[in-house]
């Protein structure tokens, strides 16, 4: 398959490129944004932008596409088991407000609504993207521990550049669920997407726990779920760009790996290379 190899490289290549020189913001970058796409256009195997056949039909990586993927027959309900989530949650304190919020009931509700998450490629493909879903997770809540970040709301992440979504400035768009969603940009689209007023009612993502777990989902949908197939790294410098990666943090890209690596183990798959970033 020489050409989705060299698609897949070209597309690593852009995105580390656009890491370093800063193109992306800091707080994840749009998947639409590596081939440039506007949210309505499709991007063909080449990373090009537009609305036609060409684009839309086969070989379109994203964007509306004609085709949605085919999904496999994985159960992730029956691979995310009360015994695995458990196994999660069980290592929060008891003190710790997470632990009367997220459940593994919530986060299947959620799931419903992203029928693409775990469904992509091989079964080993499946397990491998929730290990990584779970993996993220552990380190930023810190096993199901904290609902929002703990220092948060002395920043309140508002970013003027956003202008379709703009700050409530009462509010604070700072780090909060499995994922901990932050910035107005993100506040505003997920709830759009999900169906809560992100922007003048952030705490919603803590007060409800199946928003909370459709925050992370959508997040991880559009920041992570598309670079699966480049290695665990790549979801890494998605998802947290210059914050972590390129030695600016390698203590939490190595946290990050040894929690992916684990849950690996524990679904009995191969984490696969790539792992840092
Ligand atoms: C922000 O709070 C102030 C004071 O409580 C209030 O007067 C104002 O209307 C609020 N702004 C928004 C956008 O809610
Ligand atoms: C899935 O992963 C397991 C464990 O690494 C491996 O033994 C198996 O061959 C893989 N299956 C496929 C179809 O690649």
């Known amino acids: 398959m020489p050409v989705a190899l060299s698609m897949k490289k070209h597309l690593l290549t852009l995105i580390l490129i656009g890491i370093i020189a800063g193109a992306f913001p800091r707080y994840g970058i749009e998947a639409q944004s590596i ?12 990373s090009y932008c537009g609305t036609t056949d060409e684009y839309c039909g086969d070989g379109c990586q994203w964007g509306p596409c004609y085709q949605s993927p085919e999904l496999n027959d994985v159960s992730v309900s029956d691979v995310v088991t009360l015994e695995f989530f458990d196994g999660i949650i069980s290592q929060a304190d008891a003190s710790c407000a997470g632990k009367n919020f997220y459940s593994r009931a919530a986060f299947l509700e959620a799931l419903g609504s992203y029928n693409q998450f775990g469904r992509i490629g091989s079964t080993n493909d499946s397990m491998r993207e929730i290990a990584a ?6 380190h930023e809540t810190g096993h199901f521990c904290y609902l929002e970040e ?3 709301p002395s920043k309140n992440y508002c970013d003027d550049r956003f202008e379709e979504y703009p700050c409530n400035l009462n509010k604070s768009y700072h780090g909060r669920g499995p994922l901990q969603l932050s910035w107005n940009l993100n506040y505003g689209a997920s709830g759009n997407n999900i169906g809560f007023d992100g922007l003048n009612f952030p705490e919603t993502v803590i007060n409800d726990p199946v928003i909370s777990f459709k925050t992370a989902l959508w997040y991880w ?4 779920h598309p670079y699966m197939d480049l290695g665990f790294g790549v979801t890494i410098a998605s998802m947290k ?3 972590e990666c390129f030695d600016e943090n390698p203590e939490a890209v190595q946290k990050r790996v040894e929690y992916y690596t684990e849950y690996c183990k524990q679904l009995g798959v191969d984490p696969g290379d790539d792992l840092t970033c």
């Open 150 to 152: 703990i220092d948060g």
């Open 241 to 243: 760009g210059g914050h």
């Open 221 to 224: 949908m559009n920041y992570a």
């Open 133 to 138: 879903f779970f993996g993220h997770v552990t």
């Open 35 to 46: 081939c440039g796409c506007r949210p309505d256009e499709c991007c063909n195997p080449w």
